[in-house]
């Protein structure tokens, strides 16, 4: 290949050579002359002949070397495979010649003809176990298992009537037990007492069991509890814990092993427990523990401020939870309450609750449940009151005017309310500050409600002379005859913009997507494609460039 390409590279391509013979006349100098012109001119027509050539042939021949060398590569590795295949063959059958004298001669004695295995079965099957044997003769099969015989040839010797052979010597073990697990041999009675080993499993599906084995348990809150079951079976099975939800579904996995424990009890963790065992043998099994978690009273509210008016009707109510059950008494400005027919308390699992009816004025107050049990004592106040509700607004975020904005409202109030008081401010706030502005007030005076709405105030006032697209904020307080009720929750609103143009924000959003699609659409031609027509280019204008410096065409 060497001496190839450097012959291409020179451009001598052999060259024919041409031999003068000199004849004793005169004129044949001059004939051998022109004749020696004649060649140095043709020889220049064959140089130039190579040169035009040079660059595709090196373009081919390096392609066709390196498929030669791939090809070469692996015909190597296929010769060197046929090769190693028939030294084998040649080996295999020189062992086959030598086999053949025993095989022959050993055809009389007998064999088996089914092989040792290893069975799993299920308490409660049937098993069969196999012992084929060819050329027996007058040999007597047993079959035995450890030192106790179970047949010898067709007589049963066992005394177990679950077993028994079948189709000639194979052992059938019906309703299987545990305790018949081991090895069955089938043996023959000859000089060499040739066996064939039988190996059974019995599986055994999971059982388990709780410790203890009442399944109750109790622990105080904050401290730590262990809950334990153990399962049995063949495979040993693994055992995983849930918790039970409130619709006696099981939630998801919680802990792994027969020991459960949990570190610093909280009231919520009481509940039931379900242990289950699997080893994949039947149904997974399972068993229920529940534990009761004492912790002193833990009172919840419904409400904390309830409002009400005179003649009317108001629910108190207290949700307690506790372990032991705790007793509930009601008190009204630290002054216990005693059942009447105006005062009623009733209970419903873990609700406890106060009706107060046709309320009178000294009703009003503050009001407290107290819970007690064995381990503490709980207190949660509330307060009934005449004074109106707190507002709850009704107003879209989002203005539609850019100079203006309606603000609705609602207040709920027994007697008729007396005044409103509206108050509203600019906030001025970027990416990295919020400045809010001074309020500005409004002293409203409410219409008269319509008798068919003695309860809710529903109201609305424009406010005006806004800036366009600007942050407001909003609060509105009321008073009856019963005094000024709590400030609302502070609304927050977005006056219109004037502008309907694209935002900064949105502008840079469509311009970076487009940036995106531009910058995803080059690339479409891989990389080291370019790069390797590249070179190859190069390297054939290389070569037309050298050989032309050569010739001094260049």
Known sequence: MKIISRSIRTGALAPPTTTAHVHGHAHDTATATATASGIRKSSQRRNRAPL???????????????????????????????????????????????????????????????????????????LVLPCQVENLGNFVLLWRRGTNVLTASNIMVTRDERVRLIDGYNLEISDLEPQDAGDYVCQISDKINRDQVHTVEILVPPSVRAIPTSGQLQARKGGPITLECKGSGNPVPSIYWTKKSGANKSSARIGDGPILTLEKLERQQAGVYQCTADNGVGDPVTVDMRLDVLYPPDIQVEKSWIHSGEGFEAKLVCIVFADPVATVSWYQNSFPIQSTDRRIMATRANRHMLTIRHIQQEDFGNYSCVADNSLGRSRKYMELSGRPGAAEFYSPKWGRLPDSYNLTWKIDSYPPLEEVRLLYRRVQMNETYQQPGRWHDFILTPEHRPASEPLTHIMSYTIKNLHPGGYYEAIVQAKNRYGWNEVSDIFQFVVANS??????????????????????????????????????LALALSNCQFDRRRLGLG
């Open 52 to 126: 035009q050539m040079n660059c595709p042939i090196l373009i081919v021949i390096s392609l066709g070397w390196l498929l030669h060398a791939h090809a070469g590569s692996g015909g190597f590795a296929v010769e060197a495979a046929i090769s190693n295949r028939g030294s084998n063959s040649r080996s295999m059958s020189n062992v086959q010649q030598s086999a053949v004298a025993p095989s022959t001669l050993a055809a009389t004695l007998p064999r088996f003809l089914s092989r040792g295995h290893t069975y799993r079965a299920v308490v409660g099957d049937t």
């Open 499 to 536: 502008s309907q143009d694209i935002g900064p924000e949105d502008a840079e959003v469509v311009a970076s997507s487009k940036s995106r699609s531009n910058s995803a659409s080059t690339g479409s031609l891989p990389g080291s494609t370019l790069l390797h027509t590249a070179l190859l």
